[in-house]
C-alpha cells in the first residue's frame, strides 16, 4: 500500500476514535444508542418472573443475546444510513471529498466508530445481563468470540444495505420514516423477542433469509444453553450456516453498495449541501 | 513521517505552478440542467500568483463555475484545465494541491476547531514536496486566521464569521498552488474582512493562484488583480478594477424632458451631444441632468435588472453599458 493511503488509513482509525470519544461525551448521542437498551432491561427485570414454555429459563435470559443481536442489525441498517444522510446534508462527506484520500479515512473513520459503538452497548448489555438476570451465564472467552466474529460479520452484512439506504434517501429526518416499519416488521419475524420456532413456517423462511435472524442466533448460541435449542427452528445453533448466510449477505451487499455509494458520492457538491441547509433551515 | 518523505516526487514533474502557464484554464465551458443553461460558454484563467474576482449576482452561475474546476461537478461542454489537469478525471495527487473553500459548511459541528484541522492536515503530509511543506503548521495557521484562541472550542458554538475563517484555515493548510474561495467573507467583521484580504495578499504573493467568487464588488475592487463579472451565463466584462471604471466612465448618460416628454440617452462624449441637442430644440430642451456612471452604477442596474428576473437582457444591458 502507498504512504498516501496508509496516511488516510492511519487518519481514518483516529478519526473514529475522535468520533467515539464525541458519543460518549454527548447526551443525545448516549441516550439514543443506549436509551432503548435501557428500556428492554428494565422491562426484563420487571418480566424476570416468567420462563420461556417448557423450560426453566426465564424469557429475559433469551430477550439479552436477542437484543445484542438487535443492537448490531440497528448500527449497520439505521446508524449507517441516518449517519450518511445527515453528512450529506451537513457537509461532512464534501469536506472529505475536498482533502485528498479524504473519502478513505472518512469511510475508515465510519467503520470503526461505528463498530466501537455497537462493541460497547453490546459489552454493557452483557454486563447488565450477568449482574441483574438471575440465571444469566456471561459464558467464557470461546463464547466471546463468538459475539466478536457475529458482530463484525452482522455489522458488514447489514452495512451496505445501511449505506444503500443512506445514498438513496437524501433528507436524514426521511432516512427514519422510511426504515422504522420494514424493520419492526424484520424484527417480528426474527425470532428476537420470541422464539422463531414457534411462528408460521412461510414467517420462518423470511427470517431465515435475512440477517437479523442469524445474527440473533449466534448470540443466543453464546449465552443460551442447549436446553434452549429446543425452541430453535433446526434445534441446533447452525453457526455455520449463520456464517454463510451473513458472509452472503455482506458480499452481496458490497457489491450493490459500492457503485451506488460512488454515484452519490460523485454527485455530492457544494450546491446539494446549500439546498439540504436550506430544506433544514425551513423545517425550523 | 519518514514513509511519507520517500513517496515524494520532484515538483518539476507536476509542472503548472511555475512559469507563464495558467494554472486555470477555462474556454466554452457550458453548463446546462434541463432546459436551462447556467454556462454559456464562460472564457477565464488564472495564472500563479494572480487574484482572479469572479463577480456576479446571485444565481449568475459563480459557484457552478467554481465547482466545475474544484471536480465536483461535471461540466455539460468546454475544455477545462486546472494545474494541467482535467478536475473531472484528475486523481487524489491533483487534489492534494488545490484548496477549497465552499459556499456553505456546517459539518463536523462536535469536532473541536484544532482537532478538526489537525486532522485534515494529516491527509497532506504524504504530498509534500521540496520547497512545498505540507501540511502547514497547524498553530501558526490558527494565528494566520486569528483563530488560536478558539482552538479548543467546539466548532458549532463559533459565531459565522469565525466558522468562515476556520474554513479558510482548512482551504489553506495543504499549502495549495490553486485556491478557490466561493463567497469566503459571507459573516466577516470589517476587521476580520480586513485580516481576510491580507491573507489573500500573502497567499498571492506565496504564488498561489487564486479564484475568487463574489457579489460585493467593494470586495472584488480591494482584492482582485483582475475582475471577470459573470452574468447570463458568460464573462460580461473582464479587466482590472480600474480598467473596468475607465470603461464605463467612458459613457455619460444624459437626462431630459421635452414637451413633457422624458429622454434618456447615454453617449461617450456628453459635450458633442448636447451642443447638438441645443442646436436642435433650444429652449425646449429642460430639466436637464448629465451623469457619468462609475462601475458601481453600472453593477447595481445590473444586479437590479437580474433580480427583476431577465437575466440575459440584464447581461446585454450591462455588455452595453461597459463596452
Known amino acids: 500500500m502507498n504512504a498516501p493511503s496508509m496516511t488516510a488509513l492511519r487518519a481514518g482509525f483516529s478519526r473514529g476514535l475522535i468520533e467515539y470519544r464525541h458519543t460518549l461525551s454527548s447526551k443525545g448521542d448516549l441516550f439514543a444508542h443506549f436509551g432503548t437498551i435501557t428500556v428492554f432491561i428494565v422491562v426484563s427485570l420487571i418480566m424476570s418472573g416468567q420462563d420461556i414454555d417448557g423450560t426453566d429459563v426465564p424469557i429475559a435470559n433469551m430477550w439479552m443475546p436477542g437484543l445484542m443481536g438487535l443492537t448490531v442489525c440497528m448500527s449497520g441498517l439505521l446508524t449507517v444510513a441516518s449517519t450518511l444522510a445527515t453528512d450529506r446534508e451537513d457537509g461532512t462527506l464534501l469536506r472529505a471529498k475536498a482533502v485528498p484520500d479524504g473519502m478513505i479515512g472518512y469511510l475508515i473513520g465510519k467503520a470503526v466508530h461505528i463498530a466501537l459503538v455497537t462493541a460497547s452497548v453490546v459489552a454493557v448489555l452483557i454486563v447488565a445481563a450477568t449482574l441483574l438476570l438471575d440465571g444469566f451465564d456471561p459464558g467464557g472467552p470461546a463464547d466471546w468470540a463468538t459475539v466478536a466474529w457475529v458482530l463484525v460479520l452482522g455489522l458488514l452484512a447489514t452495512a451496505p444495505l445501511g449505506a444503500i439506504a443512506g445514498s438513496l434517501i437524501s433528507s436524514p429526518r426521511a432516512v427514519m420514516a422510511v426504515l422504522v416499519l420494514p424493520f419492526m416488521a424484520v424484527m417480528g419475524v426474527s425470532g428476537i423477542f420470541y422464539q422463531a420456532g414457534a411462528l408460521p413456517e412461510w414467517m420462518q423462511w423470511i427470517a431465515q433469509a435475512l440477517p437479523l435472524y442469524w445474527i440473533g442466533l449466534g448470540m443466543r448460541s453464546a449465552f443460551l444453553p442447549d436446553t434452549l435449542l429446543a425452541v430453535e427452528i433446526t434445534e441446533s445453533w447452525r453457526l455455520d450456516q449463520a456464517a454463510l448466510v451473513l458472509t452472503a449477505w455482506a458480499v452481496v451487499g458490497f457489491l450493490v453498495a459500492v457503485p451506488i455509494l460512488r454515484r452519490m458520492a460523485r454527485r455530492e457538491s457544494g450546491a446539494r449541501v446549500e439546498a439540504g441547509r436550506r430544506r433544514a433551515m425551513q423545517r425550523g | ?323
Not at chain 2, 5 to 12: I, K, L, Q, Y
Not at chain 2, 18 to 35: I, K
Not at chain 2, 108 to 128: D, Q, T
Not at chain 2, 289 to 311: F, K, P, T
Open chain 2, 1 to 323: 513521517m519518514a514513509l511519507v518523505e520517500e513517496d515524494t516526487h520532484a515538483p518539476a514533474a507536476h509542472g503548472g505552478a511555475d512559469g507563464p502557464g495558467a494554472a486555470v484554464e477555462v474556454s466554452g465551458l457550458r453548463m446546462r440542467y434541463g432546459d436551462s443553461e447556467v454556462l454559456a460558454g464562460v472564457d477565464l484563467h488564472v495564472r500563479s500568483g494572480e487574484v482572479v474576482v469572479l463577480l456576479g449576482p446571485n444565481g449568475a452561475g459563480k459557484t457552478t463555475t467554481v465547482e466545475i474546476l474544484e471536480g465536483f461537478r461535471a461540466r455539460s461542454a468546454g475544455d477545462v484545465r486546472v494545474l494541467g489537469a482535467d478536475p473531472a478525471t484528475a486523481d487524489e495527487r491533483w487534489r492534494a494541491r488545490l484548496g477549497v473553500v465552499m459556499q456553505s459548511w456546517r459539518d463536523h459541528g462536535r469536532w473541536r476547531v484544532e482537532e478538526l484541522l489537525s486532522h485534515l492536515a494529516g491527509f497532506y503530509a504524504p504530498y509534500a514536496e521540496p520547497g512545498r511543506p505540507k501540511p502547514r503548521a497547524v498553530p501558526e495557521l490558527l494565528e494566520t486566521v486569528g483563530l488560536s484562541d478558539y482552538a479548543r472550542r467546539r466548532i458549532n458554538t463559533l459565531s459565522g464569521g469565525q466558522r468562515r475563517r476556520l474554513d479558510v484555515a482548512i482551504g489553506i493548510v495543504g499549502r495549495p498552488e490553486v485556491l478557490f474561495l466561493d463567497e469566503p467573507t459571507a459573516g466577516f467583521d470589517p476587521e476580520a474582512r480586513r485580516g481576510f484580504h491580507d491573507l489573500v495578499h500573502g497567499l498571492a504573493d506565496e504564488n498561489t493562484a487564486i479564484l475568487l467568487t463574489t457579489h460585493d464588488l467593494d470586495e472584488a475592487e480591494k482584492l482582485a488583480d483582475r475582475i471577470l463579472i459573470l452574468a447570463g451565463g458568460r464573462v460580461a466584462a473582464e479587466g482590472s478594477a480600474e480598467q473596468l471604471a475607465g470603461r464605463v466612465s467612458a459613457d455619460a448618460e444624459v437626462k431630459w424632458t421635452r414637451g413633457g416628454q422624458r429622454f434618456v440617452h447615454s453617449t461617450p462624449d456628453a459635450t458633442a451631444f448636447l451642443r447638438g441637442l441645443f442646436a436642435d430644440y433650444g429652449d425646449e430642451v429642460a430639466d436637464l441632468e448629465v451623469r457619468r456612471a462609475g462601475l458601481e452604477d453600472a453593477y447595481i442596474s445590473l444586479v437590479n435588472r437580474y433580480e427583476a428576473g431577465g437575466a440575459h437582457e440584464a447581461a446585454s444591458a450591462f455588455a452595453e453599458e461597459i463596452r
